[in-house]
Structures are given as structure tokens and as C-alpha cells.
């Protein structure tokens, strides 16, 4: 134990000897990592994105009376919530709720529109 004791006082007595010394290496090196992170920033920052006006393209949805709907007329349905599109006669098609419910003519409708045809309906 003594032997621990004369190595924790000469590190002391070190540490009082070099105090400035330490003191301004700790002063150095955090103004260098924080002169780097406001660099680093600065650089790494990017230009604010722009979307030109013609590369944007509306869809709009079809103005449909829900009420006179058909399944000869629009055999597939999906939600505007989900990503898959469904028979009007499955049962998973009841599962949607009403106001979500968007309609389609044919299965390349529903897949240009970006939905899934669920197989379990076959």
C-alpha cells in the first residue's frame, strides 16, 4: 500500500509542477474539436433542394359517386392508406373503410397508381 501511495504523490506533485502545461493542452485541444465541428458544418451544410415546376405531376382522383358504384364498372378497390388493391367481391375489400376506398377500372390502373394486388383474394 505504501508503494501505491509514493506513485499517487508523485503524480500529484507532477500534476502541481506542469498545472499550466495541462491546463493548456486541454484548452487547445478543445478549442480545436470545436473549431473542427463548426468547419465540419459548414462544409458538410448542403444547398436547399429545388423541384423545378414541370417535374411535378398531379394525380387527381376520379370524381366517383360512391353511392351508383358497380363491380362491373370498378372491379378493384384499395385504400388510399395501404398499398395493396383487391376484387370488390373479396372479403379483405369490406375490411376498408368507406372514405378511404378508391376505386379502379382495371388491374393496370391500380398498378400504375403504385398499389399491390393482394393474392389472397383468388
Not at 12 to 22: G, M, S, T, Y
Not at 41 to 58: G, M, V
Request: aromatic share 14%; glycine share 4%; hydrophobic share 35%.
Amino acid at each position: 500500500m505504501p508503494h501505491r501511495l509514493k506513485i499517487l504523490t508523485k503524480f500529484v506533485l507532477f500534476v502541481k509542477k506542469n498545472f499550466w502545461l495541462f491546463s493548456l493542452g486541454f484548452l487547445s485541444i478543445s478549442l480545436s474539436f470545436s473549431i473542427g465541428i463548426i468547419i465540419g458544418a459548414n462544409i458538410i451544410s448542403r444547398p436547399p433542394i429545388t423541384i423545378e415546376k414541370e417535374l411535378i405531376t398531379s394525380i387527381e382522383e376520379p370524381t366517383i359517386n360512391k353511392t351508383t358504384i358497380t363491380a362491373k364498372e370498378f372491379p378493384f378497390v384499395a385504400s388510399s392508406r395501404g398499398k395493396y388493391y383487391y376484387p370488390v367481391d373479396c372479403n379483405l375489400s369490406n375490411s376498408l373503410k368507406e372514405e378511404n376506398k378508391i376505386y379502379f377500372k382495371t388491374q393496370q390502373e391500380a398498378e400504375n397508381r403504385g398499389y399491390i394486388y393482394n393474392t389472397r383474394c383468388d
